[in-house]
Nanobody, 128 residues
Framework: QVQVEESGGGSEQAGGSLRLSCVVSGVNYSAYCMAWFRQVIGKEREAVAVISTRAGSTYYGDSVKGRFTISHDNAERTLYLQMSSLKPEDTAMYYC?????????????????????WGQGTQVTVSS
């Protein structure tokens, strides 16, 4: 059974940093398409960042470019999202998503249905 588990959320002041982690277990893989989405109640789920783990190619949403960095540790099978220069508008539930084959990150960023495996989410709250 595939499991996706996020950690690292919490509360931070504007201008601060947080790092989210996501571990995918229960499956052997050689290539993943993985992503961080976020959602605020009443709004659509938004792609924050996407990575193709084999190619290393990435996509970032316009609102986080230059502030957030997505990365993947193949040995640890862990996805990270380093968030810096946090803003109150970054407050949301953050979800890790994975699909077990290659992707073009920019082409799947607007398609959350592409991803089969999802975590339960981790809350990030940024205060001004």
């Amino acid at each position: 059974q595939v499991q996706v588990e996020e950690s690292g959320g919490g509360s931070e002041q504007a201008g601060g940093s947080l790092r989210l982690s996501c571990v995918v277990s229960g499956v052997n893989y050689s290539a993943y398409c993985m992503a961080w989405f976020r959602q605020v109640i009443g709004k659509e789920r938004e792609a924050v960042a996407v990575i193709s783990t084999r190619a290393g190619s990435t996509y970032y949403g316009d609102s986080v470019k230059g502030r957030f960095t997505i990365s993947h540790d193949n040995a640890e099978r862990t996805l990270y999202l380093q968030m810096s220069s946090l803003k109150p508008e970054d407050t949301a539930m953050y979800y890790c998503a994975a699909q077990i084959f290659w992707c073009s990150p920019a082409s799947v960023a607007k398609r959350p249905e592409f991803f089969t495996y999802w975590g339960q989410g981790t809350q990030v709250t940024v205060s001004s």
